[in-house]
């Protein structure tokens, strides 16, 4: 058996349970070792990234997210598009002596008491580059606004947004944060204000925004400047609505939390899928402060840190999230990333998607829908399409690096005794009663 999967009782402890080890199935191309004759979870310990691969309907939610949130202990992230995992998972959580944190920018769930995170609290981190940071933040929000006809604009808005954050870094703690910069991009005596923090020496003479300010300054007056304003107005656009401001001005908890792990955080990122074309600055934003700090680790903590990027196809492509799956595994983060089919990965990771599964210790797959999909699985698996296709509703194939892919149950948290008492109800489906599976009855945790 694999070091990294180890099948044992209940209780639980540090891993992720992917599954449920049953009586041995004969079949073909699948793995029958790590089979018993009792339920027990598949519990995976390795440091690689996990990938679960599945259509819409097929359980994700049920035989994945909840019991991963129900068993792991350490810090997790959750890119929760419908909010659902908070609204299940959360007190469970809690009760797990693991501090909550809910970032919902467009107030998705009624009458929770939310989180804010002020991304400029990055540049306090120990040992970060405050001008390299302003710069790449600045790069950061322009991702998606480029100017493929002339680079000029893009790399000049650039500049002017990052010479202002670096001013801002250096202003009282009340006006450190983005609603600053987009106030200062908009303010009708921008030039005169700049000017002004130059003669008076305001701003250092060897730094970033001493740089920009003059460069931008410079350029003449009558056209070019207001084009390099716009240009810069464009990239913060989608952080100027009341609640989002709100979201982003003061932080209700440390990021150095994410740092050095010292208090376990439970973090649910609220971001409903209809906001993400006009908002995914915002989200891409969010997601590089909380990546980046967890990448400046200086040494991988006791306990792994779990992020669960659930329909990670929707999100389009991330560079924080690509960076992560990639170049991460050394700071102690597991990516766990759901898709629902192959092509998604191709069409969003073009460059990366062997990358992506080379970097995966665990892949789950389920819910196969036709011959087509079990051909393309196939391939990566090594399971004939026959048996991929004709998988009961309650079994996935699971590979495992190290072991080949074995056949097993799928976790049901509604259903498996293991997660009995430690859910609340989802309020978006109206809960009926579900049927204990008897199979599995130890260590129950409420």
Request: proline content about 4%; charged content about 20%; hydrophobic content about 40%.
């Amino acid at each position: 058996m694999n070091d990294s999967l180890n099948g044992n009782d209940n209780a639980i402890g540090d891993g992720l349970w992917l599954g449920w080890t049953d009586p041995c199935r004969k079949s073909v191309g699948f793995q029958t070792g790590l089979t018993d004759h009792k339920s027990s979870p598949l519990v995976y310990r390795g440091d690689a990234h996990v990938l679960t691969c599945a259509p819409t309907g097929s359980g994700k939610f049920v035989s994945v997210v909840g019991p991963a949130l129900a068993t792991f202990t350490g810090s997790t992230i959750v890119v929760d598009l419908k909010g659902e995992a908070f609204q299940v998972w959360a007190d469970c959580r809690r009760r797990m002596g693991q501090r909550v944190v809910l970032l919902d920018p467009f107030h998705e769930i009624a009458g929770a008491e939310r989180d804010s995170i002020n991304p400029l609290d990055i540049l306090g981190l120990p040992g970060v580059h405050c001008d390299v940071e302003c710069e790449m933040l600045a790069a950061l929000m322009s991702e998606g606004h480029e100017f493929s006809s002339d680079m000029y604009w893009t790399d000049t808005g650039r500049g002017l947004i990052a010479g202002l954050l670096d001013y801002i870094r250096t202003q009282p703690v009340e006006q450190r944060h983005l609603t600053r910069l987009r106030r200062m991009l908009h303010a009708d005596d921008l030039d005169y204000d700049l000017a002004v923090a130059l003669d008076s020496k305001k701003v250092n003479a060897d730094s970033l925004a001493r740089d920009e300010f003059v460069s931008y300054l410079t350029a003449p007056a009558d056209k070019t400047r207001p084009c390099i304003r716009t240009t810069a107005q464009t990239f913060v656009k989608s952080l100027g609505s009341r609640l989002v401001a709100a979201t982003l001005e003061t932080s209700t908890f440390e990021l150095q939390s994410l740092l050095t792990d010292a208090e376990p955080l439970s973090l649910f990122l609220v971001f409903p899928v209809r906001y993400l074309d006009s908002h995914r600055t915002l989200l891409r934003l969010l997601l590089h402060v909380i990546l980046s700090t967890i990448s400046r680790r200086p040494r991988i903590p006791a306990r792994k840190t779990l992020l669960i990027c659930d329909e990670t196809a929707s999100l389009g492509e991330l560079p924080a999230l690509r960076q992560a799956i990639t170049l991460l595994r050394g700071s102690g983060l597991i990516c766990h990333t759901f898709w629902q089919d192959l092509s998604q990965i191709r069409q969003v990771y073009t460059n990366d998607f062997e990358s992506i599964l080379n970097n995966s210790g665990a892949i789950q797959v389920f819910g196969v829908a036709n011959h087509q999909m079990a051909e393309t699985w196939n391939h990566v698996l090594g399971v004939p399409p026959r048996e991929l296709a004709n998988l009961p509703a309650d079994e996935q194939a699971l590979f495992l690096r190290g072991t080949g892919t074995v056949r097993c149950r799928k976790l049901n948290y509604l259903r498996d005794a293991a997660f009995a008492g430690r859910f609340s109800a989802n309020p978006r489906y109206e809960l009926h009663p579900v049927a204990i599976d008897a199979e599995v009855t130890g260590g129950l945790i409420r």
